[in-house]
Each structure stands twice: as structure tokens, then as C-alpha cells.
């Protein structure tokens, strides 16, 4: 989990992925009325935007790789394969405990089974994993009577190798959301100024509009660009700090 001072050398208050999409919508309303911008400056032309998006696609390949983007699809595609594959075996070891009930007496939510489906079903990998290792344990208790009813050294086998298949991917995802974790705070700088660059602009997008368009003025606000993005991005807990204030050029 984040702490604050993962956030400590941030100047932007929102989300990375956010701050990247802010970008984008920064820079599409600005391409928008490229006219109005490169008429009030030349800096503000074409070449001027281009650049501006090649530090953002340099910016999403920096906070989410190719590569590990890939890798994390196919883990996460192998732990959903892993937990369905669970449905039959659970509902299979239902069955048996029923022919079992009076050699062991142990209930489906004694034994694990039942919050072990409902996990399986909500996709909790964690908690799948959890109630999984309480399961395999409860068969290696009562497994002699549960073969006499019918369970086969097969399913045991494949509900001991489901555990190890999962966790070991969850390791994995760890290590690189870890890892990506790291990469980041050592290149803050970089999304730092990807953040002031984006600012520079959209002060000068609220002096063109100021007295002449209203409704474009406001687009030019990165509060107003954050709640566009958090229509589609749902919000989590932002970290804390301190933002680069709205230009003066804004005040009565």
C-alpha cells in the first residue's frame, strides 16, 4: 500500500494513471484550437503539441511497460483460468462430504467449501487462495474417508497444485507492480514536468478565453480536466499535496 511519502516529491494531486489522461484531454482541446494559440504565440504551434505528446507516450511506457503490461494480462488470464477450474472440484467435494457426513460430520462451510466458491465466484484471488489452503488441508484430514466415498487422488492432486499455481502468480504480479512502484518514484521528475508543461499551456488557454469564450476558459482548468477524466476513471484516494495553483492570470 502507498504512504504519503510516496507522494512526498509530487507536485500534481491526482492519481499518475489520471494525470496522464489530463494530459490527453489537455492536449486535444488545445489541438482543438490550435489556430487561437499559435495566433496569440508562435511558440504554441504544431511542433509545439507534438512534442508535448511524445513525453506523454515516453510517460505511459515509463509507468506502465509494454512488456509488463503483457506479462500481467497473461498472469492475470492464468489465475482466472486457475480459479474457474475450481467449480467442479468444488461442487465434486460437496458430494462427497455429503456421502461422508457420518464418518467425519463436517459441514460444506466447515470444511471451507462454501466461502471458498463464493471467492471463486467474485473472483478474489486472495481470498480463493486463502480458503483453497484451509480446504486442502481439511482433505489431507479426513482423506481416507473421502477416497472411500469416491474422491480420487487426482482431484486431490489438483486442488494441491491450484494453491501453488496461484500463489506463485500472485508473487509475480507483486514483483512487478513493485517494481513499477520503484520505477516511477525514480522518475517523478519526469512526470513532474510533464505536469508543469501541461499547466503552462492551460494558463495560456484561460488568457486567450478569459474575456471572449467562457466555456473554453473553464475547459482550461485542471480541476475541470480531472473531473472529465474521473467520468470514466473512477476515483481512489489521491494522494495529498500540494498543487501548482491556477495562475494568477485568473483572478478579477
Request: glycine letters at 4%.
Amino acid at each position: 500500500m502507498s504512504t504519503k511519502s510516496d507522494y512526498a516529491a509530487r507536485l500534481f494531486n491526482c492519481r499518475i494513471e489520471e494525470l496522464l489522461m489530463i494530459c490527453r484531454f489537455g492536449l486535444l482541446i488545445a489541438r482543438r484550437d490550435l489556430t487561437d494559440f499559435s495566433t496569440f504565440s508562435p511558440v504554441f504551434n504544431e511542433a509545439y503539441f507534438n512534442g508535448f505528446e511524445t513525453k506523454i507516450i515516453a510517460a505511459d511506457e515509463l509507468v506502465s511497460p509494454k512488456t509488463e503490461t503483457e506479462e500481467m494480462k497473461k498472469i492475470t488470464k492464468a489465475l482466472y483460468a486457475d480459479t474457474d477450474g475450481l467449480i467442479e472440484p468444488i461442487n465434486m467435494m460437496r458430494g462427497y462430504l455429503q456421502l461422508a457426513r457420518d464418518q467425519i460430520g463436517v459441514s460444506d462451510k466447515d470444511f471451507g467449501l462454501s466461502m471458498l466458491s463464493k471467492k471463486v465466484h467474485s473472483r478474489d484471488i486472495e481470498g480463493v487462495r486463502q480458503n483453497l489452503v484451509l480446504v486442502n488441508k481439511n482433505v489431507q484430514i479426513y482423506k481416507p474417508s473421502l477416497l472411500a466415498v469416491g474422491l480420487s487422488e487426482e482431484t486431490v492432486a489438483y486442488l494441491s497444485n491450484a494453491v501453488n499455481s496461484i500463489t506463485e502468480n500472485n508473487q509475480r504480479q507483486f514483483e512487478i507492480i513493485s517494481q513499477r512502484k520503484q520505477t516511477v518514484s525514480e522518475n517523478i521528475g519526469k512526470l513532474n514536468e510533464l505536469y508543469s508543461d501541461l499547466m503552462k499551456f492551460l494558463g495560456i488557454g484561460r488568457v486567450i478565453y478569459k474575456n471572449k469564450d467562457h466555456v473554453k476558459a473553464k475547459e482550461y482548468t485542471f480541476e475541470n480536466l480531472k473531473k472529465s477524466v474521473r467520468t470514466i476513471m473512477p476515483p481512489r484516494p489521491a494522494p495529498e499535496v500540494k498543487q501548482q495553483e491556477e495562475e494568477e492570470i485568473d483572478e478579477q
